[in-house]
């Protein structure tokens, strides 16, 4: 297994602990839900998206018969995903905490930084998947 692969389960695990608890506490302390927004993206976009990006990584070449086109882009990702993930919801959370539109634009551009991460996670799949498998050798 990559060690990126590894890395992409590893953190969808830490970030669906996370959100387990803010959901708890989001159901004990209903002002806490101003920060539904960190909860469903920790879920969505940490835990399901990076356990998808892990298993299909590792899985889907090997249901093609195939290799991964690039490792290094699927660490690349790991990174990208990480990070911005993580600069998103501070400074979200930041905002909601104490309002500041330059939060907010530090959080936009997490997004966009977010979305390349999974446009990088689109080529490297398709230019993965589409080519024509080489004939069988002899
Ligand atoms: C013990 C585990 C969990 C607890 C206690 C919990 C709690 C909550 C609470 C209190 C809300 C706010 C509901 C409201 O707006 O009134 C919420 C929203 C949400 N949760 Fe969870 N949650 C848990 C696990 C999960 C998981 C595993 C996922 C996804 C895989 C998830 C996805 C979402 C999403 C997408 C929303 C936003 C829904 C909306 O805006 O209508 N949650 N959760
Ligand atoms: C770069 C990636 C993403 C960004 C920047 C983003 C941003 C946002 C924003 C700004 C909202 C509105 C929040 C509000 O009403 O205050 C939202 C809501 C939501 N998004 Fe995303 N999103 C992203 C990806 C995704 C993905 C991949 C999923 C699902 C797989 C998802 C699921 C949801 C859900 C369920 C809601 C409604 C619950 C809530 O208000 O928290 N998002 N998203």
Known sequence: MDRFVKNFI??????????????????????????????????????????????????LPKFAGKFLKSPKLGELQFWLANASLIVLLLFYSMNVLSPLSSYMLIATLAGVVHAISIGIFFYNMLATLLPAAPPPQR
Do not use: C, R
């Open 10 to 59: 590893i953190a969808s695990i830490v970030y669906l602990a996370l959100s387990t608890v803010l959901g708890i506490a989001m159901l004990h302390q209903p002002q806490l839900l101003s920060f539904k927004f960190v909860h469903s993206h920790l879920n969505m976009l940490g835990w399901v998206s990076m356990m998808i990006y892990g298993v299909g990584y590792h899985i």
